[in-house]
């Protein structure tokens, strides 16, 4: 069985920095990819980051390359999103996901879906 479960948002302040964790199991990143998504009421979940099955690397959203860094830890089975220069436009629910993007990286998409960790940042 899949899941995942983020964890790791809080209160921080503008300029501050966060670490996100995924703890997920039933699949391997290397086979199946994996991705951060964020969504704030009345807008899309929009993705933030993936590793992608192809091996090939990290994508970001172009938005957030240089701010935001995604890694893995496979022996933990756990994926990190570590946030940098926060500002009041990244306060949203951030999940994490499943394959988290198409092989190429190209668009970012999830089949299964973890429980959201809230962060906001105050101005």
């Known amino acids: 069985e899949v899941q995942l479960q983020a964890s790791g948002g809080g209160l921080v302040q503008t300029g501050g920095s966060l670490t996100l964790s995924c703890q997920y199991s039933g699949f391997t990143v290397d086979d199946s990819g994996i991705g951060w998504f964020r969504q704030t009421p009345g807008k899309e979940r929009e993705g933030v980051s993936c590793?992608?099955?192809?091996?090939?690397?990290?994508v970001y959203a172009n938005s957030l390359v240089g701010r935001f860094t995604m890694f893995s830890d496979n022996a933990k089975n756990t994926v990190y999103l570590q946030m940098n220069s926060l500002e009041p436009e990244d306060t949203a629910v951030y999940y994490c996901?499943?394959?988290?993007?198409?092989?190429?990286?190209?668009?970012?998409?999830?089949?299964?879906w973890g429980k959201g960790t809230l962060v906001t940042v105050s101005s």
């Open positions: 996901a499943t394959p988290g993007c198409d092989f190429s990286g190209t668009y970012f998409y999830g089949d299964h």
């Open positions: 590793i992608s099955s192809s091996g090939s690397g990290t």
